[in-house]
């Protein structure tokens, strides 16, 4: 079992910045793809960032792109951050990472691929 926690939201300005973590705690010593979620109320779950398990692929989804960066601190990925810059009005919502074990790529998007989920961070981008 891994247990994922995010930290780092809270409330920012447009064309502000945020940093998120994703700290996974439990059975940790195999690597794990990462990826980070998010969602509002009466939306369906959208892709936000997504890294391989050997750290070497990244992936975003696409209206995030040029603005977010996806990082581990370490191969298995058991410290991951999500830096959030330019932020929109438009970016507000709950944040989750996830993890799982498998090595697919073709799949990161899809968040019914992965097992584990941190209980998610609020983010919240207001004037």
């Known amino acids: 079992q891994v247990q994922l926690v995010e930290s780092g939201g809270g409330l920012v300005q447009p064309g502000g910045s945020l940093r998120l973590a994703c700290a996974a705690s439990g059975r940790t010593f195999e690597p794990y793809r990462v990826g980070w979620f998010r969602q509002t109320p009466g939306k369906e779950r959208e892709f936000v960032a997504g890294i391989s398990s050997d750290g070497r692929r990244l992936f975003y989804g696409d209206s995030v792109k040029g603005r977010f960066t996806i990082s581990s601190v370490n191969t298995l990925n058991t410290l991951v951050y999500l830096q959030m810059n330019l932020l929109k009005s438009e970016d507000t919502a709950v944040y989750y990472c996830?993890?799982?074990?498998?090595?697919?790529?073709?799949?990161?998007?899809?968040?019914?691929?992965?097992?584990?989920w941190g209980p998610g961070t609020q983010v919240t981008v207001s004037s």
């Open positions: 996830a993890a799982t074990l498998s090595r697919s790529l073709a799949d990161i998007r899809n968040g019914q691929t992965y097992d584990y």
